[in-house]
T-cell receptor
Framework: DAGVTQSPTHLIKTRGQQVTLRCSPKSGHDTVSWYQQALGQGPQFIFQYYEEEERQRGNFPDRFSGHQFPNYSSELNVNALLLGDSALYLC?????????????FGPGTRLTVL | AQSVSQHNHHVILSEAASLELGCNYSYGGTVNLFWYVQYPGQHLQLLLKYFSGDPLVKGIKGFEAEFIKSKFSFNLRKPSVQWSDTAEYFCAVKGYSGGYQKVTFGTGTKLQVIP
């Protein structure tokens, strides 16, 4: 049983570009959350998807958007990249919305914006 | 709004020393509490969690944490650390906002264990 997988592993972009990151949740999980982890910081909640809808959003601008597909996989899109968007982007999946679930994290995508 | 505070940013211990990492949270409702560990080059892994019941929670690799509701604390402990415990440790709180869960992480504590 594969855990949470993310692609790509590393990505280098320049300011102003757009990027798409991908996440496949753990088998049996239907809720996907995205986090941004800047260097030396804890993960910051971006948003959560359940039933293909954004259910909860953290304090991130509209440049950050996402999508969840019928197979529960998810994408994170960031437009008009800024230098400050350089970070490790983590995807976490959980088996249900609410309840006593626990999130399982993927290895992350390291985004560098030059 | 919920928040998490980890008091120690960097801790250095010798092998066999005892460990206690502080974590305080701020949230007005029922919370679930977690400690995660991130070993060098690896992804976040769950060490232990508290949802309800016994406030002393046992986790993997000999770690434990105690939930003290009156102090809004969830400190992580281990009686005797090993070199392999060198990692970054994150405390997290899950609260419920508008019917949906939201997890907030602390800034992390880097633990370095010296052989």
């Amino acid at each position: 049983d594969a855990g949470v997988t993310q692609s790509p592993t590393h990505l280098i972009k320049t300011r102003g570009q757009q990027v798409t990151l991908r996440c496949s949740p753990k088998s049996g999980h239907d809720t996907v959350s995205w986090y941004q982890q800047a260097l030396g910081q804890g993960p910051q909640f971006i948003f959560q998807y359940y039933e293909e809808e954004e259910r909860q959003r953290g304090n991130f601008p509209d440049r950050f958007s996402g999508h969840q597909f019928p197979n529960y996989s998810s994408e994170l899109n960031v437009n008009a990249l800024l230098l400050g968007d350089s970070a490790l982007y983590l995807c976490a999946s959980s088996p249900q919305q609410g309840g006593t679930d626990t999130q399982y994290f993927g290895p992350g995508t390291r985004l560098t914006v030059l | 709004a919920q928040s998490v505070s980890q008091h120690n940013h960097h801790v250095i211990l010798s092998e066999a020393a005892s460990l206690e990492l502080g974590c305080n949270y701020s949230y007005g409702g029922t919370v679930n509490l977690f400690w995660y560990v991130q070993y060098p080059g690896q992804h976040l892994q769950l060490l232990l969690k508290y949802f309800s019941g016994d406030p002393l929670v046992k986790g993997i690799k000999g770690f434990e944490a105690e939930f003290i509701k009156s102090k809004f604390s969830f400190n992580l402990r281990k009686p005797s650390v090993q070199w392999s415990d060198t990692a970054e440790y994150f405390c997290a709180v899950k609260g419920y906002s508008g019917g949906y869960q939201k997890v907030t992480f602390g800034t992390g504590t880097k633990l370095q264990v010296i052989p």
